[in-house]
């Protein structure tokens, strides 16, 4: 993977390119563009064998198969510090099918199990500006094992009130078992818990209804080995 670097004024921003994407999408500013000669290759996420009665009703999203691996990389100089990173996930719908193609890490205060962004305005504005649909976040647990800490559950209680479709990525580098996994709130079970909670700070939340987990690995997202993607690094 060989990032071509583009310094503008607002922001930094560079290209991943990951060969070529098999859809067309609209946005000149991404340059997408169709090659039908390059062979696809999509996987079902590590963990993810596990699907809800509500998968099935869901649209498919599609990640590059070296986003985590990207983020990570810019995360670095923080999990060395023993810091979390976050970054925002932004996608295109295509034929019914959810693109993620943009990561932009906003600016941020981090401590060693939380990160909070700033100047979200700045996020917002590039959404916009790409016509991009908030499917999501992605986070470090940069000592920690991978799961979706009570703060985490109510930051993607966020995101999945809004998109359905919305999902979480912890990526753990330490976690020998699994460093990486993708989340959402379980449905209705986790969302009613989370939507009832008005406490902060790290916190026991009820079980579900239903006894169901909070949580589960997400059963319709694969990555896609010819997905190239944009990161706006803010920071």
Same mark, same amino acid.
């Given at each position: 993977?060989?990032?071509?670097?583009?310094?503008?004024?607002?922001?930094?921003?560079?290209?991943?390119?990951?060969?070529?994407?098999?859809?067309?999408?609209? $946005? +000149?500013?991404?340059?997408? &563009?169709?090659?039908?000669?390059? /062979?696809?290759? #999509?996987?079902?996420? !590590?963990?993810?064998?596990?699907?809800?009665?509500?998968?099935? $009703? +869901?649209?498919?999203?599609? &990640?590059?198969?070296?986003?985590? /691996?990207?983020? #990570?990389?810019?995360? !670095?100089?923080?999990?060395?510090?023993?810091l979390?990173?976050?970054?925002?996930?932004?996608?295109?719908?295509?034929?019914?099918?959810?693109?993620?193609?943009?990561?932009?890490?906003p600016?941020?205060?981090?401590?060693?199990?939380?990160?909070?962004?700033?100047?979200?305005?700045?996020?917002?504005?590039?959404?916009?500006?790409?016509?991009?649909?908030?499917?999501?976040?992605?986070?470090?647990?940069?000592?920690?094992?991978?799961?979706?800490?009570?703060?985490?559950?109510?930051?993607?209680?966020?995101?999945?009130v809004?998109?359905?479709?919305?999902?979480?990525?912890?990526?753990?580098?330490?976690?020998?078992?699994?460093?990486?996994?993708?989340?959402?709130?379980?449905?209705?079970?986790?969302?009613?818990?989370?939507?009832?909670?008005?406490?902060?700070?790290?916190?026991?939340h009820?079980?579900?209804?239903?006894?169901?987990?909070?949580?589960?690995?997400?059963?319709?997202?694969?990555?896609?080995?010819?997905?190239?993607?944009?990161?706006?690094?803010?920071?």
């Amino acid at each position: 993977m060989d990032p071509t670097y583009q310094r503008e004024t607002a922001y930094r921003c560079h290209h991943v390119h990951v060969r070529s994407v098999t859809q067309s999408f609209p $946005s +000149r500013a991404l340059s997408f &563009i169709e090659d039908s000669t390059q /062979e696809r290759h #999509l996987s079902r996420v !590590k963990g993810s064998e596990c699907e809800s009665a509500h998968s099935n $009703s +869901r649209k498919n999203l599609h &990640i590059s198969a070296h986003l985590m /691996e990207e983020f #990570l990389e810019l995360a !670095k100089e923080n999990t060395d510090k023993d810091l979390e990173t976050c970054g925002v996930l932004g996608a295109f719908l295509d034929k019914g099918i959810l693109y993620v193609t943009t990561l932009i890490i906003p600016k941020q205060e981090s401590t060693s199990n939380s990160c909070l962004a700033k100047n979200e305005e700045e996020v917002f504005a590039i959404q916009h500006e790409h016509s991009l649909i908030p499917v999501g976040w992605i986070h470090t647990h940069p000592s920690q094992s991978c799961f979706l800490s009570s703060i985490d559950l109510h930051t993607q209680y966020s995101y999945q009130v809004m998109e359905p479709e919305a999902f979480a990525i912890v990526v753990a580098p330490t976690d020998a078992s699994r460093n990486y996994g993708i989340f959402r709130l379980s449905e209705p079970g986790g969302m009613n818990v989370l939507r009832e909670c008005r406490e902060t700070g790290f916190h026991t939340h009820r079980e579900t209804a239903d006894g169901a987990p909070i949580y589960e690995h997400c059963a319709n997202v694969y990555t896609n080995s010819n997905l190239r993607f944009e990161v706006f690094d803010l920071r």
